[in-house]
């Protein structure tokens, strides 16, 4: 949940922050400077809850966890993670180019912005897709989630794969899937006390 809680509040602040000037250097040096730094902050403690959130899956499958399809799983989401941390790491150098010098890196600045978009919302969000079908079709055949969970997830990561040309919000996506996922084990876990008592 604190994934889904992290990643979202940075998403929100980073396209409100880059979406409220069409000019480049303004939005690295204004007020919305500051918003970015916000955003940027959360996203290592982000990535710590979503390494999490892999182990929390990985321990409900247990023993019934395909090696094929828990591969894809794993190497999907640490993809995942990776080119998250490497946009988040180009927008931490756009801020800093643009507090050294914001006149003369304007070039740099809008090649490391196109960089950083490009990274998240096609091949991030793309391996999120992946993660997501992935780990669906892992529920489907130990049926550990219902039918309508699996159902959801496909949807969603097919959203993911073929929607976020249409609009960059679409990267909410992702932390809502994983808060409802999320939400979905904390009540199977306290079911499955319960009946233990």
């Known amino acids: 949940m604190?994934?889904?809680?992290?990643?979202?509040?940075?998403?929100?602040?980073?396209?409100?922050?880059?979406?409220?000037?069409?000019?480049?250097?303004?939005?690295?040096?204004?007020?919305?400077?500051?918003?970015?730094?916000?955003?940027?902050?959360?996203?290592?403690?982000?990535?710590?809850?979503?390494?999490?959130?892999?182990?929390?899956?990985?321990?409900?499958?247990?023993?019934?966890?395909?090696?094929?399809?828990?591969?894809?799983?794993?190497?999907?989401?640490?993809?995942?993670?990776?080119?998250?941390?490497?946009?988040?790491?180009?927008?931490g150098g756009i801020l800093a180019t643009a507090e050294a010098d914001a006149s003369a890196a304007w070039l740099v600045m809008t090649f490391a912005r196109a960089e950083m978009v490009e990274i998240t919302n096609v091949y991030a969000l793309r391996m999120a897709s992946v993660f997501m079908i992935s780990l669906g079709t892992v529920w489907l055949r130990t049926g550990l989630m219902g039918r309508w969970t699996v159902g959801l997830t496909y949807a969603l990561a097919l959203v993911l794969l073929v929607m976020i040309s249409f609009s960059l919000w679409v990267q909410l996506v992702f932390p809502v899937w994983t808060l409802l996922i999320s939400v979905r084990i904390l009540l199977a876990s306290k079911k499955e006390m319960l009946i233990e008592e």
């Open 2 to 91: 604190l994934f889904a809680v992290l990643s979202a509040i940075s998403i929100v602040l980073m396209r409100t922050a880059l979406d409220r000037h069409a000019d480049v250097t303004v939005v690295w040096t204004g007020p919305e400077a500051s918003q970015i730094r916000w955003a940027l902050s959360l996203i290592p403690y982000a990535g710590i809850a979503f390494l999490w959130f892999i182990g929390v899956v990985r321990d409900r499958l247990g023993d019934l966890e395909d090696r094929f399809f828990a591969t894809v799983f794993l190497g999907s989401g640490l993809v995942f993670l990776a080119l998250l941390f490497a946009s988040s790491s180009i927008a």
